[in-house]
């Protein structure tokens, strides 16, 4: 069982940055993929990106297109703890940011495939 609890959510204004923080619980915090979603106000929850386990120390980061070059994907294994660094921020950013766990090798994109979600964290950016 892997608990999940987001923060660092906020309500800024355009173009300011903002690093979301996810704790994990449970020891094996290592070896799973851990990722970024948001949904905004009547939308499909969607990938914002991942840090993939491949094997051992070895994690690989992915983007969703929308976010490449503004957001930083990174994690501390030895804090349980993963982090999302979102830079330039733009109003169509607002969104309840939440962070999910996936032990499997599935679309790292696709929500089914992780097992484990936070609650939540709001992110509202202001033009």
């Known amino acids: 069982q892997v608990q999940l609890v987001e923060s660092g959510g906020g309500l800024v204004q355009a173009g300011a940055s903002l690093r979301l923080s996810c704790a994990a619980s449970g020891r094996t915090f290592s070896s799973y993929s851990m990722g970024w979603f948001r949904q905004a106000p009547g939308k499909e929850r969607e990938f914002v990106a991942t840090t993939r386990w491949a094997s051992g120390s070895t994690y690989y980061a992915y983007y969703a297109d929308s976010m490449k070059g503004r957001f930083t994907i990174s994690r501390d294994n030895a804090k349980n703890t993963v982090y999302l660094q979102m830079n330039s921020l733009k109003p169509e950013d607002t969104a309840v940011y939440y962070c999910?766990?996936?032990?499997?090798?599935?679309?790292?994109?696709?929500?089914?495939?992780?097992?484990?979600w936070g609650q939540g964290t709001q992110v509202t950016v202001s033009s």
């Open positions: 999910a766990a996936q032990s499997g090798s599935g679309r790292y994109e696709d929500i089914r495939t992780y097992e484990y």
